[in-house]
């Protein structure tokens, strides 16, 4: 069965310094892979998509980069954090081009900027 | 433009009591719809979702939604609310190049013993 990982599931990071959050996918091949961010209160950001390995799409300019080093991999990362970076981070993965299947979430991280 | 609204951002219902939460999309977005639960500091959760054939859906934990075409609705009932169901709730459905979903605002449900 596919399993999705995210990590880790709460980070306090200071102003200024980077980030990397990563996420992978078990059990499945060549997926769409997907961050998002929720910030507090507020319903779902769409941050980043991809359907292949070093494709990304990015949906909001920002701090923000995102990056697919292997196929069920998909990396969240930041040079220098802001405060407004705070928010709750979930990536998703669906299967390629198959919108009826809808999307598989992780666990979320829960990021605070101090 | 392709959208999906929920219509109510908080919903209050005592425990027993009908759970409705209502959603209406786009007529442009491709008829795939789903409903998403979230407890807090968690992701979020498949409820139920419509793809083709019968319009009533039944989910997990007693959720049923039915696809309303004439209306483009798609609201998400459960006859006697529980204490356990206090979450927020997402609607949702597929752009049409079927790489992304849009997602409604959320609806907050909150359950009075």
């Known amino acids: 069965s596919q399993t999705i990982h995210q990590w880790p599931a709460t980070l306090v990071q200071p102003v200024g310094s980077p980030l990397s959050l990563e996420c992978t996918v078990e059990?499945?091949?060549?997926?769409?892979l997907y961050w998002y961010r929720q910030a507090a209160g507020r319903g779902l950001q769409l941050l980043f998509y991809s359907v292949g390995i070093g494709q990304i799409s990015s949906e909001v300019p920002q701090n923000l980069s995102a990056s697919r080093p292997q196929d069920r991999q998909f990396i969240l990362s930041s040079k220098k954090l802001l405060l407004s970076d705070s928010g709750f981070y979930l990536c998703?993965?669906?299967?390629?081009?198959?919108?009826?299947?809808?999307?598989?979430f992780g666990s979320g991280t829960r990021l605070t900027v101090v | 433009a392709q959208s999906v609204t929920q219509l109510g951002s908080h919903v209050s219902v005592s425990e027993g009591a009908l759970v409705l939460l209502r959603c209406n999309y786009s007529?442009?977005?491709?008829?795939?719809l789903f409903w998403y639960v979230q407890y807090p500091n968690q992701g979020l959760q498949l409820l139920l979702k419509y793809t083709t054939g019968a319009t009533l859906v039944k989910g997990i934990n007693g959720f049923e939604a039915e696809f309303k075409k004439s209306e483009t609705s798609f609201h998400l009932t459960k006859p006697s609310a529980h204490m356990s169901d206090a979450a927020e709730y997402f609607c949702?459905?597929?752009?049409?190049?079927?790489?992304?979903?849009?997602f409604g605002s959320g609806t907050r449900l909150s359950i009075r013993p």
């Open positions: 998703a993965w669906s299967v390629n081009g198959q919108a009826a299947y809808g999307y598989t």
């Open positions: 007529s442009s977005v491709p008829p795939y």
């Open positions: 059990g499945t091949s060549n997926p769409n």
């Open positions: 949702a459905a597929p752009y049409s190049s079927a790489s992304k979903i849009i």
